[in-house]
């Protein structure tokens, strides 16, 4: 049964960089690994995704190992407003969606 | 500008009651989800449809219905059998093959008991 695992709490300081580890087994060997930022009371947004090695964009780097058993997404000079509740998702091999559950970072000042 | 429109924001039900939330997405995407968000807790998936008058169960459909007669609108029924439905619903959609295109979400529909 493929499990996607997050921690349930994060707490880093404006400046600093963030990693934030997804677990995950069994999800399909030839599908994305998507990670999403929710704010309180809204819809969750696209961050970044990934299938292999590391990507980066504007706001964000993804690095998955070549054995997808895992991801990490990294906050580079996080501030505030990067507080929020981070999900990461997979798919497995059935194409069901395995959303984690979520990490709740704060940023303090 | 392109989005999802999730209406109302807040929602009363009572006891007895079908209620129905609406999904209106002007991004011409072909998939459309919905999901229930109990506080503190991820996302688990009621429906979702790749295509119009298509539709599957998601993890959670009991107690729900859906219907997709147009591309643009998937609109969510809370039925009296779904006993607890007290939750934060989001509706989202993207271009297809569920997890490989990122989902464009609305900004949900707070449904309470009265």
């Known amino acids: 049964l493929a499990k996607t695992t997050q921690p349930i709490s994060m707490d880093s300081y404006e400046g600093q960089e963030v990693n934030i580890t997804c677990s995950h087994n069994n999800i399909a060997t030839n599908d994305y690994i998507t990670w999403y930022q929710q704010f309180p009371s809204q819809g969750p947004r696209f961050i970044i995704q990934?299938?292999?090695?590391?990507v980066t964009n504007e706001v964000a780097s993804l690095f998955i190992p070549a054995d997808r058993k895992s991801s990490t997404l990294s906050l580079p000079r996080v501030s505030l407003s990067d507080t929020a509740v981070y999900y990461c998702l997979g798919e497995d091999s059935n194409y069901q969606l395995i959303w984690g559950a979520g990490t709740k970072l704060i940023i303090k000042p | 500008d392109g989005g999802i429109t999730q209406s109302p924001k807040y929602l009363f039900r009572k006891e007895g009651q079908n209620v129905t939330l609406s999904c209106e997405q002007n991004?011409?995407?072909?998939?459309m989800y919905w999901y229930r968000q109990d506080p503190g807790q991820g996302l688990r998936l009621i429906y979702y449809?790749?295509?119009?008058?298509?539709?599957q169960k998601g993890d959670i459909a009991e107690g729900y219905s859906v219907s997709r007669e147009k591309k643009e609108s998937f609109p969510l029924t809370v039925t009296s059998a779904q006993k607890n439905p007290t939750a934060f619903y989001l509706c989202a959609s993207n271009e297809g093959v569920l997890g490989n295109q990122p989902q464009h979400f609305g900004d949900g529909t707070r449904l309470s008991i009265l």
């Open positions: 991004l011409n995407h072909d998939a």
């Open positions: 449809s790749q295509i119009v008058n298509d539709f």
């Open positions: 990934g299938y292999k090695t590391k």
